[in-house]
Antibody, heavy 123, light 109 residues
Framework: QVQLVQSGAEVKEPGASVKVSCEAS????????LHWVRQAPGQRLEWMGW????????KYSQKFQGRVTITMDTSASTVYMELSGLASEDTAVYYC????????????????WGQGTLVTVSS | QVVVTQEPSLTVSPGGTVTLTCATS?????????PYWFQQKAGQAPRTLIY???YRHSWTPARFSGSLLGDKAALTLSGAQPGDEADYYC?????????FGGGTKLTVL
């Protein structure tokens, strides 16, 4: 079955960087783009960006442009999200989410989600 | 910067019907923005309810339906159950860039 398994919780100091991984299994990794979404405590979901795992193309939200980098390792079926210049406002749960297709071949974004990774930024 | 707006909170009685809406600062929500609706319960990851305006995910109960209502996307819940109490988010796509709405906290009371 499809699974997206994310790396464990992180605690970082202000100004540092964090790299969160999302390991995919149960499907052909290169067929499905992957997104990163975050949610600060008690706040709304925020789309950060996505990667076309087939060719490595990326798109980033303007809010995070210049601070976020999404990469992949096809040999490990893993996508990474690195966020630099961390501040307390970056304390959040970070999720990866897959773009799939339904039984009719229609695009179905975010059909599977990772379990979330809590990143805490604190001095 | 695109802003996607939802009602901050709504309340529905058990068995009742409620409509959540999703508006964009760019004008009208159309099928071309591929509206999605997600349900998120406390402490859980979101899950997709409705995609591409009105298609239900395989696990979405039939009491949830998606549509366009005027210049907004809409999620209608008919026959609300206590277990439907959750946060609901819409998502719109702008040439591949996604933007979530602020979310609606739905109370079933």
């Amino acid at each position: 079955q499809v699974q997206l398994v994310q790396s464990g919780a992180e605690v970082k100091e202000p100004g540092a960087s964090v790299k969160v991984s999302c390991e995919a299994s149960g499907y052909t990794f290169t067929n499905c783009p992957l997104h990163w979404v975050r949610q600060a405590p008690g706040q709304r979901l925020e789309w950060m960006g996505w990667i076309n795992v087939g060719n490595g193309d990326t798109k980033y939200s303007q809010k995070f442009q210049g601070r976020v980098t999404i990469t992949m390792d096809t040999s490990a079926s893993t996508v990474y999200m690195e966020l630099s210049g961390l501040a307390s406002e970056d304390t959040a749960v970070y999720y990866c989410g897959r773009d799939g297709v339904d039984s009719s071949g229609r695009a179905l974004d975010f059909d599977y989600w990772g379990q979330g990774t809590l990143v805490t930024v604190s001095s | 910067q695109v802003v996607v707006t939802q009602e901050p909170s709504l309340t529905v009685s058990p068995g009742g019907t409620v409509t959540l809406t999703c508006a964009t600062s760019t004008g009208a929500v159309t099928r071309g923005l591929y509206p999605y609706w997600f349900q998120q319960k406390a402490g859980q990851a979101p899950r997709t309810l409705i995609y591409d305006t009105n298609y239900r995910h395989s696990w979405t109960p039939a009491r949830f339906s998606g549509s366009l209502l005027g210049d907004k996307a809409a999620l209608t819940l008919s026959g609300a159950q206590p277990g439907d109490e959750a946060d609901y988010y819409c998502l719109l796509s702008y040439s591949g860039f996604r933007v979530f709405g602020g979310g609606t906290k739905l109370t079933v009371l």
